[in-house]
Protein backbone atom coordinates (compact mmCIF):
# COMPACT_ATOMS: atom_id res chain seq x y z
CA UNK A 1 0.00 0.00 0.00
CA UNK A 2 1.49 3.56 -0.71
CA UNK A 3 1.60 5.37 2.27
CA UNK A 4 0.42 9.44 3.23
CA UNK A 5 1.27 11.07 0.20
CA UNK A 6 1.65 15.28 1.04
CA UNK A 7 2.09 17.88 -1.44
CA UNK A 8 3.75 20.04 -2.20
CA UNK A 9 6.75 19.15 -0.06
CA UNK A 10 8.31 22.17 -0.13
CA UNK A 11 6.64 25.83 -0.50
CA UNK A 12 7.78 29.44 -0.01
CA UNK A 13 5.57 32.35 0.65
CA UNK A 14 5.53 35.96 1.62
CA UNK A 15 3.85 37.43 4.66
CA UNK A 16 -0.13 37.85 3.88
CA UNK A 17 -0.52 35.13 1.24
CA UNK A 18 -2.32 32.08 1.52
CA UNK A 19 -1.35 28.45 1.56
CA UNK A 20 -3.06 25.23 0.73
CA UNK A 21 -1.48 21.96 1.75
CA UNK A 22 -3.07 18.76 0.22
CA UNK A 23 -2.93 15.66 2.28
CA UNK A 24 -3.35 11.96 0.80
CA UNK A 25 -4.29 9.61 3.38
CA UNK A 26 -3.36 5.46 3.02
CA UNK A 27 -5.99 3.65 1.03
CA UNK A 28 -8.87 3.42 3.62
CA UNK A 29 -8.23 5.01 6.24
CA UNK A 30 -11.06 7.56 7.17
CA UNK A 31 -9.34 9.62 9.88
CA UNK A 32 -6.81 12.21 8.91
CA UNK A 33 -5.11 14.41 11.41
CA UNK A 34 -2.67 17.70 10.55
CA UNK A 35 0.40 18.51 13.14
CA UNK A 36 2.57 21.84 13.11
CA UNK A 37 6.34 20.66 14.29
CA UNK A 38 8.58 23.97 15.01
CA UNK A 39 11.87 23.30 16.78
CA UNK A 40 10.73 25.92 19.46
CA UNK A 41 6.83 24.19 20.09
CA UNK A 42 7.52 20.58 18.72
CA UNK A 43 4.98 18.76 17.40
CA UNK A 44 1.25 20.75 18.03
CA UNK A 45 -2.33 19.32 17.18
CA UNK A 46 -4.03 21.43 14.37
CA UNK A 47 -7.12 19.23 13.59
CA UNK A 48 -8.70 16.21 12.98
CA UNK A 49 -11.09 15.05 10.38
CA UNK A 50 -13.09 11.82 10.16
CA UNK A 51 -15.69 10.61 7.17
CA UNK A 52 -15.86 15.03 5.75
CA UNK A 53 -16.35 15.72 9.58
CA UNK A 54 -13.90 18.17 11.73
CA UNK A 55 -13.84 15.92 15.13
CA UNK A 56 -11.04 17.96 16.96
CA UNK A 57 -9.28 21.54 16.65
CA UNK A 58 -6.32 22.73 18.52
CA UNK A 59 -5.40 25.60 19.50
CA UNK A 60 -4.59 27.88 16.53
CA UNK A 61 -6.08 30.65 15.31
CA UNK A 62 -8.92 31.10 12.36
CA UNK A 63 -6.46 31.56 9.86
CA UNK A 64 -5.87 28.04 9.98
CA UNK A 65 -8.60 25.82 8.63
CA UNK A 66 -8.99 22.39 7.07
CA UNK A 67 -11.54 19.93 4.99
CA UNK A 68 -11.81 16.80 4.23
CA UNK A 69 -13.26 15.17 0.85
CA UNK A 70 -15.55 12.14 0.03
CA UNK A 71 -12.28 10.48 -0.74
CA UNK A 72 -10.96 11.01 2.45
CA UNK A 73 -8.11 13.43 0.80
CA UNK A 74 -7.63 16.30 2.94
CA UNK A 75 -6.41 19.58 2.52
CA UNK A 76 -5.21 22.36 5.04
CA UNK A 77 -4.97 25.89 4.66
CA UNK A 78 -3.55 28.95 6.05
CA UNK A 79 -5.15 32.80 5.39
CA UNK A 80 -2.67 35.84 5.43
CA UNK A 81 0.30 33.96 6.28
CA UNK A 82 2.87 34.97 9.07
CA UNK A 83 6.96 34.80 9.53
CA UNK A 84 5.89 32.58 12.62
CA UNK A 85 3.85 30.11 10.35
CA UNK A 86 7.16 28.75 9.25
CA UNK A 87 7.25 25.21 9.94
CA UNK A 88 7.27 21.53 8.78
CA UNK A 89 3.00 20.52 8.76
CA UNK A 90 2.73 17.02 8.87
CA UNK A 91 -0.49 14.86 8.17
CA UNK A 92 -0.69 11.72 9.84
CA UNK A 93 -3.78 9.36 8.52
CA UNK A 94 -5.39 6.45 10.59
CA UNK A 95 -8.09 3.47 9.74
CA UNK A 96 -10.43 4.22 12.80
CA UNK A 97 -11.13 7.11 15.08
CA UNK A 98 -10.20 5.38 18.12
CA UNK A 99 -7.26 7.28 20.28
CA UNK A 100 -5.28 3.38 20.32
CA UNK A 101 -5.25 3.62 16.51
CA UNK A 102 -1.68 3.94 14.80
CA UNK A 103 -1.24 7.18 12.89
CA UNK A 104 0.85 6.72 9.81
CA UNK A 105 2.55 10.43 8.99
CA UNK A 106 3.41 11.61 5.73
CA UNK A 107 7.13 12.94 5.26
CA UNK A 108 5.48 16.87 5.69
CA UNK A 109 5.14 19.89 3.84
CA UNK A 110 7.91 22.61 4.49
CA UNK A 111 6.77 25.90 4.78
CA UNK A 112 8.73 29.14 4.47
CA UNK A 113 7.17 32.38 5.03
CA UNK A 114 9.79 35.22 4.20
CA UNK B 1 -5.29 17.96 30.03
CA UNK B 2 -2.26 16.01 29.34
CA UNK B 3 1.22 16.49 29.04
CA UNK B 4 4.84 14.42 28.03
CA UNK B 5 7.80 15.99 29.37
CA UNK B 6 10.56 14.37 27.16
CA UNK B 7 13.66 14.99 29.53
CA UNK B 8 16.98 15.10 27.07
CA UNK B 9 16.47 17.00 24.65
CA UNK B 10 19.88 15.49 23.42
CA UNK B 11 21.47 11.89 23.65
CA UNK B 12 24.70 11.32 22.56
CA UNK B 13 25.38 7.83 22.98
CA UNK B 14 28.63 5.66 21.13
CA UNK B 15 27.75 2.77 18.71
CA UNK B 16 27.00 -0.40 20.81
CA UNK B 17 26.34 1.29 23.88
CA UNK B 18 22.97 0.70 25.41
CA UNK B 19 20.28 4.16 26.09
CA UNK B 20 17.68 5.32 27.66
CA UNK B 21 15.30 8.12 26.37
CA UNK B 22 13.17 9.40 29.07
CA UNK B 23 9.83 10.40 29.04
CA UNK B 24 7.23 11.14 31.98
CA UNK B 25 3.87 12.20 31.19
CA UNK B 26 0.75 14.05 33.51
CA UNK B 27 -2.69 12.39 33.26
CA UNK B 28 -6.10 12.89 35.27
CA UNK B 29 -7.20 10.09 33.53
CA UNK B 30 -5.85 6.94 31.99
CA UNK B 31 -3.52 7.00 28.74
CA UNK B 32 -2.66 4.96 25.73
CA UNK B 33 1.25 5.72 25.65
CA UNK B 34 3.19 5.70 22.33
CA UNK B 35 6.85 6.53 21.19
CA UNK B 36 7.23 7.65 17.43
CA UNK B 37 10.70 8.17 15.71
CA UNK B 38 11.62 10.45 12.75
CA UNK B 39 14.21 9.92 10.33
CA UNK B 40 15.98 13.29 8.76
CA UNK B 41 13.71 14.89 6.17
CA UNK B 42 10.79 11.98 6.87
CA UNK B 43 7.40 11.93 9.10
CA UNK B 44 7.21 9.59 12.04
CA UNK B 45 6.54 6.40 12.19
CA UNK B 46 5.33 4.30 15.01
CA UNK B 47 7.78 2.11 17.54
CA UNK B 48 5.98 1.00 19.79
CA UNK B 49 2.68 1.51 21.94
CA UNK B 50 1.23 0.50 25.43
CA UNK B 51 -2.52 -0.33 24.95
CA UNK B 52 -3.21 -2.42 28.29
CA UNK B 53 -1.33 -6.12 29.21
CA UNK B 54 2.54 -6.50 29.71
CA UNK B 55 4.04 -2.72 31.06
CA UNK B 56 6.53 -4.05 28.82
CA UNK B 57 6.24 -3.74 25.18
CA UNK B 58 8.92 -3.95 22.33
CA UNK B 59 9.44 -3.56 19.09
CA UNK B 60 10.70 -5.16 15.98
CA UNK B 61 14.30 -3.62 16.13
CA UNK B 62 15.05 -4.18 19.45
CA UNK B 63 13.61 -0.99 21.67
CA UNK B 64 11.66 -1.86 24.43
CA UNK B 65 9.34 0.67 26.71
CA UNK B 66 7.83 -0.08 30.34
CA UNK B 67 4.83 1.64 31.24
CA UNK B 68 5.18 2.65 35.38
CA UNK B 69 1.84 4.05 36.53
CA UNK B 70 3.27 4.64 40.30
CA UNK B 71 5.92 6.98 38.19
CA UNK B 72 3.91 8.00 35.18
CA UNK B 73 6.56 6.91 33.02
CA UNK B 74 7.21 5.03 29.26
CA UNK B 75 10.94 5.34 29.32
CA UNK B 76 12.88 3.64 25.96
CA UNK B 77 15.22 1.35 26.25
CA UNK B 78 17.50 -0.44 23.38
CA UNK B 79 20.84 -2.15 24.57
CA UNK B 80 23.09 -1.61 22.18
CA UNK B 81 22.39 1.50 19.28
CA UNK B 82 23.29 1.12 15.83
CA UNK B 83 24.58 4.41 13.35
CA UNK B 84 21.10 3.70 11.73
CA UNK B 85 19.09 4.80 15.01
CA UNK B 86 20.35 8.07 14.56
CA UNK B 87 16.81 9.95 14.96
CA UNK B 88 14.48 12.23 16.69
CA UNK B 89 12.12 10.43 19.09
CA UNK B 90 8.95 11.34 20.48
CA UNK B 91 6.81 9.80 23.38
CA UNK B 92 3.13 10.74 23.40
CA UNK B 93 -0.47 10.09 25.21
CA UNK B 94 -3.73 10.07 24.13
CA UNK B 95 -6.53 10.05 26.53
CA UNK B 96 -8.18 5.94 26.85
CA UNK B 97 -11.91 7.62 26.49
CA UNK B 98 -13.11 10.42 24.99
CA UNK B 99 -12.34 12.03 21.68
CA UNK B 100 -9.09 13.79 22.21
CA UNK B 101 -5.98 14.16 19.94
CA UNK B 102 -2.44 12.17 20.39
CA UNK B 103 -0.47 14.84 23.05
CA UNK B 104 3.03 14.81 22.19
CA UNK B 105 6.49 15.92 24.18
CA UNK B 106 9.01 17.83 22.69
CA UNK B 107 11.24 15.08 21.16
CA UNK B 108 14.62 13.88 21.85
CA UNK B 109 17.27 13.83 19.60
CA UNK B 110 19.49 10.82 19.52
CA UNK B 111 22.60 10.65 18.02
CA UNK B 112 25.00 7.62 17.31
CA UNK B 113 29.03 8.13 17.40
CA UNK B 114 30.95 5.93 15.32
Known amino acids: KAGVTQTPRYLIKTRGQQVTLSCSPI?????VSWYQQTPGQGLQFLFE???????NKGNFPGRFSGRQFSNSRSEMNVSTLELGDSALYLCASSLGQGPQETQYFGPGTRLLVL | AQSVTQLDSQVPVFEEAPVELRCNYS??????LFWYVQYPNQGLQLLLK??????LVESINGFEAEFNKSQTSFHLRKPSVHISDTAEYFCAVSRISGNTPLVFGKGTRLSVIA
Open chain 1, 27 to 31: SGHRS
Open chain 2, 50 to 55: YLSGST
Open chain 1, 49 to 55: YFSETQR
Open chain 2, 27 to 32: SSVSVY
